[in-house]
């Protein structure tokens, strides 16, 4: 029941390749990093270009009223 031993992800790994190929793993590979690092980008020029937070609204103060909601049955005669 524990976990899996390094032959086990060995045979994943050779399955995987066998499937998908080295070409298209690659690709993979590529399109991923490259989708990691335009995000890290599109981080840093959004907190550059963030404006400062905006001042939390006043509090409101009221009263509350609780009651209870009651569907109207009328009788038309």
């Known amino acids: 029941?524990?976990?899996?031993?390094?032959?086990?992800w060995v045979i994943v790994l050779l399955v995987v390749v066998l499937?998908?190929?080295?070409?298209k793993l690659r690709?993979?590979?590529?399109?991923?990093?490259?989708?990691v690092k335009g995000f890290k980008e599109g981080m840093k020029t959004a907190d550059a270009e963030a404006p400062p937070p905006a001042e939390?609204?006043?509090q409101v103060t009221g009263r509350?009223?609780?009651?209870?909601?009651?569907?109207e049955t009328s009788t038309k005669v």
């Open 56 to 58: 939390p609204p006043s």
């Open 1 to 8: 029941m524990g976990g899996l031993s390094i032959w086990h």
């Open 19 to 23: 499937i998908f190929g080295t070409k």
């Open 27 to 35: 690709n993979i590979g590529q399109d991923l990093g490259g989708a």
């Open 64 to 71: 509350t009223i609780e009651g209870e909601v009651r569907k």
